[in-house]
């Protein structure tokens, strides 16, 4: 199918009153690399739960792969193609590290060549030594990686990475950018949610950012680095921490 993979069309999120989010429309391209910028409490992580199902938003759609899926839940899209990272990883810590990708393939999609599937996707992040090792003891940048794994198990079309590098050494950014971009080059459009800047700036081919819950730019990392609205919103606020 052509067209865009993703479609977020007139979004609003509110809670009680507050209008956490939107309207927002955005559109992700097969393949693409899209940052998602924007200071504390600007609605990112509302639009990712808005995208992958767990939000149901108030108002507008979202389309995914030509199908309106706004009323379907998170197993449902996943299943579709539409998977997420989570920024703080939540293993299963009593398996190995194989079997904690043997269960979502087993609920998103079951195979007889599970453990194949399972054992290419720990070699694509560099976790192919530690199948058979217990999760709960994992580093922080196995255990991200292990995070990136889960959500690559369901063979996605587009892969939401929530933070996948926060608090990481910059050689482990290094290397978790290494593995994004690899994903990224075998189709995967990837949507990344982060604050450590030149990652994303590296990362992306285009880069959104937020404002109280609104698109305040849209365009390509240079000439994000170079909005005065962004500077003054989202750099300045960086430059302060
Ligand atoms: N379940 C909720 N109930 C009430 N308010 C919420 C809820 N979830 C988020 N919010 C509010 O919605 C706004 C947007 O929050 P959101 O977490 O989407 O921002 P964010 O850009 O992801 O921030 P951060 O960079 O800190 O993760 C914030 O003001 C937040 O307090």
Redesign the pocket.
């Known amino acids: 199918m052509s067209g865009p993979i993703l479609e977020v069309r007139g979004v609003e ?1 509110r ?2 009153p ?1 209008q ?2 939107g309207p927002v429309d955005l559109v992700l391209h097969r393949g693409e690399r899209l940052g998602i910028i ?12 808005c995208i992958s199902g767990t939000l149901r938003p108030q108002q507008g759609r979202v389309v995914f792969d030509g199908v309106d899926v706004t009323d379907l839940p998170p197993h449902r899209r996943a299943r579709m193609g539409l998977s997420r990272s989570f ?1 703080i990883p939540k293993p299963f810590t009593g398996m190995t590290v194989l079997e904690n990708l043997l269960v979502p393939i087993d609920q998103i999609s079951p195979s007889a060549d599970a453990e194949d599937r399972a054992l290419a996707v720990l070699e694509s992040v560099g976790l192919q030594r530690r199948a058979g090792h217990e999760a709960g003891g994992l580093s922080q940048l196995e255990l991200r990686k292990l995070e990136l794994a889960r959500a690559l198990v369901v063979e996605p079309k587009v892969l939401v990475a929530d ?1 996948a590098m926060a608090g990481l050494s910059e050689g482990e950014i290094d290397d978790v950018l290494a593995i994004l971009t690899h994903l990224s080059a075998t189709g995967i459009a990837v949507i990344m ?1 982060e ?1 450590i800047m030149h990652a994303v700036m590296r990362f992306s081919t285009r880069i959104v950012c ?1 404002e109280t ?1 609104r698109t305040i730019a849209d365009a390509a990392p240079d000439v994000i680095a170079a909005d005065p609205l962004v500077q003054k919103v989202y750099f300045g606020e960086q430059t302060r921490h």
Not at 38 to 49: A, E, H, R, V
């Open positions: 999120q809670f009680g507050f956490a989010l924007g200071p504390n409490g600007s609605g990112k992580t509302t639009l990712i739960n920024q933070e949610i604050h937020f819950g």
